[in-house]
Nanobody
Framework: QVQLVESGGGLVQPGGSLRLSCGAS????????MGWYRQAPGKERELVAF???????TYVDSVKGRFTISRDNAKNTAYLQMNSLKPEDTAVYYC???????????WGQGTQVAVSS
């Protein structure tokens, strides 16, 4: 059974940066796709970015040019570098992993990101 452990997050001023990490234990094939969703208060959970084992990347339009997702396959860990943060980036960020399309996602515990002056 794959488990995901998130770290990072916190409070930062607008324009600042944070880095999230998501470490996976268990079957590597179950982490073929790794990424993050986020959920702001009163809003639906939305996809932020994901990366495949082979390095293909997808971002939601609102974070393009500001966020960078990467992964270290040897460590089975994904990273989300968030730069030029805006108040609208404030949300709980959930790491996820899945084997592929049609497979259920495995979720991390979530980490709070707050952007405020």
């Amino acid at each position: 059974q794959v488990q995901l452990v998130e770290s990072g997050g916190g409070l930062v001023q607008p324009g600042g940066s944070l880095r999230l990490s998501c470490g996976a234990s268990g079957s590597i094939i179950s982490t073929n796709i790794m990424g993050w969703y986020r959920q702001a208060p009163g809003k639906e959970r939305e996809l932020v970015a994901f990366i495949t084992y082979g390095g293909s990347i997808t971002y939601v339009d609102s974070v393009k040019g500001r966020f960078t997702i990467s992964r270290d396959n040897a460590k089975n860990t994904a990273y989300l570098q968030m730069n030029s943060l805006k108040p609208e980036d404030t949300a709980v960020y959930y790491c996820y992993a899945r084997r592929g399309l049609g497979y259920s996602a495995i979720w991390g515990q979530g980490t709070q990101v707050a952007v405020s002056s």
